[in-house]
């Protein structure tokens, strides 16, 4: 059942097939000299405003940061600093101010900060209110560029994540581990060189705070900016305990800042969730294509805006399974790969429920949900054709391009690599399978030449030559993902007090479509015999 009552919208979705096939300018980090002296002023951080505490008490409630002790400046991406127009630090000095800064130490930073309550759904199981239990909204920043980085939103709203406890802690302590912090700082920034919509993470401050999790690890905090952390549970809240006057307020509120086109609709409720299935199939339509899992799609981990947003134990796609989860505590695979597309389908069905108070007849709802399917095919298979090579989706390549997946299950190919070795094969029937390409088809040879012979014959109905197929290819399939042994690496060296694994993977994660000698390790899949990631919802 979605919520505590059905109240006319279909709770049970039928299974789907694997669903992919069913129907960036950047600035270099700076390298760090450590004995450097600051040449420059310290940084003058621009003023935050809170526009969300204007919602009411019933929304949000101020809380302190707690600062962390003995700040130190893990890692910051200079992509997102360049957002909210801040010079990244460029000596040692200037990484102490940040740490500091970022760490929680600066009123000027941490004056206004509250935490937001929500609710949500967890496992397919109504939870009941949760809420910011580790994580403090400080405000907003307005865009450096006027909304032309941000998908045209004109601010970006700031959150500490990590900052101890708050009153929707419940049994949590609100430290983030600097393990956990390391990821999600390092995908989030990997996301977006990818062109996934996602919240980005400005900096991460380690400290030698001590936190219990499955051992004894340090606390870290992670800056994060996204337009608007508002989730699918802070729908759910309002509306599943009775307050349709504070869900209707927060409804207007997001319709004003983020998608006004519906404010002249005859129904606004209805047409924002209309925008939000749309955006919502363009989500799951660039994850499926980028090969990440997101390991934990509960509803109050499901942004309004369609951006992925919490990143808990994720992880990208190695060796292709679609039953593949890396989530220890899924072990029924609810949020494995290729169900990802369904459970967002029961998410949006739970938030349109959620907004069942304001919009006149359920069945308006019900066929808004409706629309989720046919846009996330039509979405994901523009992504594949694109992976392919090719130009136009016709009606026949929903088979091959199906075929193709079950042979990449079969032979455990890798995601990643397959798709880039995909662009050195020839249109020509003649030409020898690149062996790189072959490699990945270990078990079925035959099977997979045979395939090759119909992808052929599929690209001689294209216009482009091979050299220009192969570049439109190495444009949208990544050299570089963040995989899992990799991250890990970084994290032990960042746990022994080194943190510049950390800062090299960022600069390979930022330009992962460039091959680049300096970052080929780091298109190295893991050993053979390795097993998958699996992580606990502490990672």
């Given at each position: 059942m979605v919520g505590k009552a059905a109240r006319g919208v279909k709770d049970t979705l039928p299974h789907m097939r694997n669903p992919a096939f069913s129907e960036n300018a950047t600035m270099d980090l700076p390298s760090i000299d450590l004995g450097s002296a600051c040449t420059v002023p310290p940084p003058a951080w621009p003023p935050l405003c809170q526009p969300f505490a204007a919602l009411g008490p019933e929304f949000s409630v101020p809380v302190a940061v707690s600062p962390l002790p003995d700040p130190m400046l893990v890692a910051c991406s200079a992509d997102a600093a360049a957002l909210v127009g801040l010079q990244p630090p460029r000596c040692t000095e200037e990484e102490r101010l940040w740490a500091q800064a970022f760490g929680g130490h600066v009123d000027t930073l941490s004056g206004g900060s509250r935490a937001t309550v929500y609710a949500g759904h967890q496992f397919g199981n109504w939870a009941g209110q949760l809420g910011d239990g580790r994580a403090l909204l400080l405000g907003e920043w307005p865009d450096a560029e006027n909304g032309r980085h941000s998908g045209g939103y004109p601010a970006w709203e700031v959150q500490f994540k990590g900052s101890g406890r708050t009153p929707f802690s419940r049994m949590g302590d609100g430290w983030a581990v600097l393990r956990s912090s390391i990821r999600e700082f390092l995908c989030s920034e990997a996301m977006a060189a990818l062109g996934v919509p996602t919240t980005r993470a400005l900096c991460i401050v380690g400290s030698t705070r001590p936190v219990r999790r499955e051992e004894l690890e340090t606390a870290a905090m992670v800056t994060r900016l996204s337009p608007s952390f508002i989730r699918f549970g802070h729908f759910e809240h309002f509306s599943y305990s009775g307050q349709t006057a504070a869900l209707q307020r927060l409804t207007d509120w997001v319709i004003a800042r983020y998608c006004p086109q519906c404010a002249g609709q005859p129904q606004p409720a209805l047409a924002l969730l209309h925008w939000a299935v749309a955006r919502t199939a363009e989500l799951l339509a660039r994850w499926q294509a980028v090969g990440f899992v997101h390991g934990v799609m509960n509803t109050d981990n499901m942004s309004i805006l369609g951006w992925t947003i919490d990143y808990g134990p994720f992880a990208f796609i190695d060796a292709y399974d679609p039953l593949y989860t890396p989530n220890t505590t899924d072990r029924s695979g609810r949020y494995a790969l290729g169900r990802q597309p369904a459970v967002a389908h029961w998410n949006l069905l739970a938030l349109a429920q959620a907004l069942l108070p304001?919009?006149?007849?359920?069945?308006?709802?019900?066929?808004?949900?409706?629309?989720?399917?046919?846009?996330?095919?039509?979405?994901?298979?523009?992504?594949?054709?694109?992976?392919?090579?090719?130009?136009?989706?016709?009606?026949?390549?929903?088979?091959?391009?199906?075929?193709?997946?079950?042979?990449?299950?079969?032979?455990?190919?890798?995601?990643?690599?397959?798709?880039?070795?995909?662009?050195?094969?020839?249109?020509?029937?003649?030409?020898?399978?690149?062996?790189?390409?072959?490699?990945?088809?270990?078990?079925?040879?035959?099977?997979?030449?045979?395939?090759?012979?119909?992808?052929?014959?599929?690209?001689?109905?294209?216009?482009?030559?091979?050299?220009?197929?192969?570049?439109?290819?190495?444009?949208?399939?990544?050299?570089?993902?963040l995989r899992h042994h990799h991250a890990q690496a970084a994290i032990e060296r960042a746990q022994a007090g080194d943190f510049s694994e950390v800062r090299r993977l960022l600069a390979a994660l930022r330009k992962p479509f460039s091959p680049d000698a300096a970052h080929a390790a780091y298109a190295q899949p893991p050993a053979a015999d390795a097993p998958p990631a699996c992580l606990s919802c502490s990672s």
């Open positions: 304001l919009i006149a007849k359920p069945d308006d709802a019900l066929q808004a949900v409706d629309g989720f399917r046919p846009q996330f095919v039509r979405a994901v298979q523009q992504q594949m054709a694109a992976k392919l090579g090719l130009e136009q989706v016709d009606a026949d390549d929903g088979v091959l391009l199906q075929d193709l997946l079950d042979l990449m299950a079969a032979n455990r190919s890798d995601w990643t690599l397959t798709f880039r070795h995909f662009s050195r094969l020839s249109a020509d029937a003649q030409a020898a399978i690149p062996p790189e390409l072959a490699a990945q088809f270990p078990r079925q040879p035959q099977a997979f030449a045979a395939w090759v012979r119909r992808y052929r014959a599929r690209l001689q109905r294209e216009r482009r030559s091979d050299q220009a197929r192969a570049q439109a290819m190495d444009a949208v399939n990544p050299v570089v993902v």
